[in-house]
């Protein structure tokens, strides 16, 4: 048995631990001569000046030679799963995205919004989208060259953002703001108490995709993040299952609410009814 990773970065930790427990040959298929250790080979793919990762997908899926019983890992990054795609497609492999649990020839995943989980059994190579993860660490393999059959594709504008890149899936403590926060620089007390615990700044849907406040890879849900903290806070956020299911796998939840009859309160470990603009400095003061 081989599995194959697709990296188009260096944060495939996680794919790299998944691989291992398989067993069997572990393949990195990388973008760009990224440094990936912990595998077994490396074939790298070479990417034109200016081209974007995606360009690569006919190399990608050329050097993916998976056969029945390999598994195929990619990170639930957006180049990644361009790059997964291809290689599905010429594969004619299933696309398992949402995975709790994936073993030899059997994967559980996650359906209705995480309320619900699905066995899938297997046979032949699959496709399965996971948490990356952070850079893994060990000796790198020599990589091989393979060689390109990219689209020819070029980047005509670059419209830079002045972001802070934010790793949710390795963050081991969270603090997640709703629509309880009345403005976005009101934001700034939850990255206080995210500094405070050590921990990194999240969102709930409304406040990335509808008042555009945060960034899209800090927001948490079915269709953001799915993360498994050791320590959630979920600060003014009124607790749908299109959130819910994105943390159901967090150690302790604390929800923080002016409505007692929040539904994020059924989902905690610790809730609290107040004003979040009193509850978090106090919070704050306390761990000081």
Known sequence: MTTWIIAAETGVGNLVDQAREFGGTVT??????????GVDSIIDIDLAAGAPVEAAAPSVAGAVTA?????????NRPSERVLAGAVAAKLGAPVLTSVKSLAVGHAQVAKAGGIGLEDVAFEGPIVAILDGGAQPAGEVPEAVTFG??????????????????V???????????????SSKEDLQLAADLAEAIDGEVACSRPLSEGLGWMQRDQYVGVSGQVIAPELY????ISGQVHHTAGILES??????????TATMFEDSDY??????????????????
Do not use: C, H, M, W
């Open 251 to 260: 150690g302790t939840i604390v929800a923080i609410n002016n409505d007692e």
């Open 167 to 181: 790793n949710l899936g390795t963050a081991q403590r969270v603090v997640a703001a709703g629509r309880g926060f």
């Open 233 to 236: 806070f979920a600060i003014g």
């Open 148 to 165: 390109a059959k990219d689209y020819v594709v070029t980047v005509s504008a670059i419209e830079q953002a002045e972001v802070e890149a």
């Open 271 to 288: 809730g609290i009814v107040g004003d979040l603009y009193e509850i978090i400095p106090q919070i704050i003061e306390a761990l000081e």
């Open 28 to 37: 990195a298929v990388t973008v760009g001569n990224l440094p990936i250790a």
């Open 67 to 75: 056969e029945p019983g390999d598994v195929v890992l990619a990170a």
